[in-house]
């Protein structure tokens, strides 16, 4: 139910987020992996497999590639999905959480889990409207995507790398990382621009990552030549608006 | 969501607990508490209580990390369910204290009885506003979620007060419940049917077209993003077949209200202890039944992100 005390959510300066671009992922799940290799390596891990060698291997993962299909034949896209946490400005995993292990940084937004306050209870994956959480069942917590917070300021890479591992992953640059705050931030461009939108905005999460969507491409190459018949052609008569053969210029217009 | 052992079995052994010390409150303050089953049975709702703590730490991964749950109460039920349930069983534990040391001679504290209802209905408030509170489950966010928490506990504790008196020879006292033991599952038949009623008309809000954000009148997913399952494919899928939930949902409403409405019509005429043990017994496997159909009905929008594994 509704809570009518719930406070308003407070708005932060500085709010850091991703912003996935549909138009260009290709769903080659390497920013999958290459966030499960960071983080399994780092101070977010490690990252249990458990059965990774059987019949159904199953691990704790803090982003997936999902696939869709949208309309219908002859109309059909398939859409890769790449989905984590998506910080939201109102997290509704944090204030259920009984231990406080779960927060929200005031200093940059990203919502974080404090692994030794955690306790384990599943509260705040429940919580979840984006099922972004997963329980990791050998260290018994609740884990989740932290933004790669302990790269994203590490001041002994170069400033480059200084981004989450699935960013810096993707060869189709179809992420994007930045403050959605700052006006002039290329994800606040991105969005502004591009059409940007939220997961879920019937819940009122305001998630801070934000999808950019996928826009069909029409081809600018000129369609096959209207009213084409082989005989015309071989008369060397001319379709409307069409170049005689041999005039030089069909080579190209038939690309 | 996948009903947890350890949580169906605290809900439903705590609300008993719960509705039996309001049924020997209310026989306290109205003069008709049972002369020598009092302390037993206070005892007994203590050790139930106790029970159902013991079971809702089977649910921790890190259970000796308990204590640090008290700490949010200014935002979460669940820490205010932690603080209000030990001070709860503190109280049933003293009053159980003072009923076995006072014996049948002393006078029945009206203000401690008024406490422990009191106690009794704000437990009960905490634990369904765990639920209540997430506003994405729609099965469960509501009003009636805490109405049947409580009215469910009611009708367990009288029946269990009941059944526990004949058991402790005051078949006096159960004749003088059975008929509050009677309306009290009777009422717990009602609310529950209502949000039955409720949850089968419900449309949920979010759609794959809103958790993707793709606009097209046909969206489905082809791929999770993995083949072997993930806490997210464990923790929020029931895993039953429609059958089954249909059978869950009959089953239970005859087991925990209809035979044991027809028991204790049967008790409040005949006195039959025989008809009392069998209501709670038949009432217990019931609402064993509908907590886990409670769980289990409960579509979590999360699920739409899981729906084909390639």
Known sequence: MNNPVQPAPETLAKQLALVIDLNVCVGCHACVTSCKE???????????????????PTGTFFNRVQTFEADSYPDTQTIHFPKSCLHCEDPPCVPVCPTGASY???????????????????????????GAREFDEERKVMTKCTLCVDRIYDELLPPQDRKPACVKACPTGARLFGD??????????????????????????????????????????????????????????????????GSGAMEKDAR | MKPALSIILFTTIAGAAQGMVVAL????????????????????????????????????GHPLRAWRTVLMWRTSWMSREVIVLPAFIALVGGWALLATLAQRD??????????????????????????????????????????????????????????????????GFASDIAPWALAATALAWFTRALSLRRNARLKPKSTTQTATGIQAARVVQKSMGMTGGSFNTREFFHGASAHGMRMAR????????????LLLAWALLSGSALAWLLALGSQAAGLLAERWFFFAQARHPQNIYYQAVS
């Open chain 1, 38 to 56: 960071w983080n399994t390596s780092g101070a977010a891990g490690p990252l249990t497999d458990l059965n990774a060698y059987g019949e159904r």
């Open chain 1, 104 to 130: 929200k940084r005031k200093s940059d937004g990203i919502v974080l889990v404090d692994y030794d306050k955690c306790i384990g209870c599943k509260y705040c994956s429940w919580a979840c409207p984006y």
């Open chain 1, 180 to 245: 959605v705050k700052d006006p002039d931030s290329e994800v606040s461009q991105a969005i502004r621009e591009r059409g940007g939108y939220q997961l879920m905005p019937e819940w009122e999460t305001q998630p801070a990552n934000h999808y950019l969507p996928r826009q069909i491409t029409l081809s600018t190459v000129p369609q096959a030549q209207p009213n084409f018949r082989l005989g015309d052609f071989l008369n060397g008569e001319p379709a409307s608006g069409k170049h005689k053969p």
């Open chain 2, 25 to 60: 409150a209310l026989a306290t303050l109205a003069g008709i508490a049972p002369a020598t089953a009092l302390a037993p049975m206070l005892w007994a709702a203590t050790g139930m209580l106790l029970v159902a703590l013991v079971a809702s730490f089977f649910h921790l």
């Open chain 2, 106 to 171: 002393a006078v029945a504290p009206h203000w401690l009885a008024g406490m422990a209802i009191v106690g009794a209905v704000l437990l009960w408030y905490c634990t369904a506003m765990i639920y209540a509170c997430i506003r994405f489950i729609q099965e469960w966010a509501h009003p009636l979620t805490v109405v049947n928490y409580t009215t469910l506990g009611l009708a367990s504790g009288f029946v269990t007060a009941g059944a526990l008196a004949v058991m402790a020879g005051e078949p």
């Open chain 2, 250 to 261: 009959t089953g239970f409403q005859v087991l925990a209200f209809a035979l044991p409405i």
